[in-house]
Nanobody, 115 residues
Framework: QVQPVESGGGLVQAGGSLRLSCVVS???????MAWYRQAPGQDREFVAR????????IYADSVKGRFTLSGDNAKNTVYLQMNKLKPEDTAIYYC?????????WGQGTQVTVSS
């Protein structure tokens, strides 16, 4: 089964850094890959996305200048480097991949930022 698999979450103090990874298992290609997050009691929100065709990345305003999305198209892998983390970044982070037919989702990885 084709599915994104996230890793790298954990507990960090405010101001610290974490690096999330996501790899899409199974035989498929992807056009775009993205990260979303969902805090307790909140809707899922967009964090960042990369478009493989031209390498374009876009970010939510709340993470611009702090988070960096990179990846390897051939490996269907993306990395989200998160710096200067804030308590409000606490959430479950989900990786999503656009197969050209549908967006598929991973199970998520917990990120907790303590104040």
């Amino acid at each position: 089964q084709v599915q994104p698999v996230e890793s790298g979450g954990g507990l960090v103090q405010a101001g610290g850094s974490l690096r999330l990874s996501c790899v899409v298992s199974g035989r498929t290609s992807t056009d775009n890959m993205a990260w979303y997050r969902q805090a307790p009691g909140q809707d899922r929100e967009f964090v960042a996305r990369i478009t493989w065709s031209d390498g374009t990345t876009i970010y939510a305003d709340s993470v611009k200048g702090r988070f960096t999305l990179s990846g390897d198209n051939a490996k269907n892998t993306v990395y989200l480097q998160m710096n200067k983390l804030k308590p409000e970044d606490t959430a479950i982070y989900y990786c999503s991949a656009d197969t050209g037919y549908e967006w598929i989702w991973g199970q998520g990885t917990q990120v907790t930022v303590s104040s």
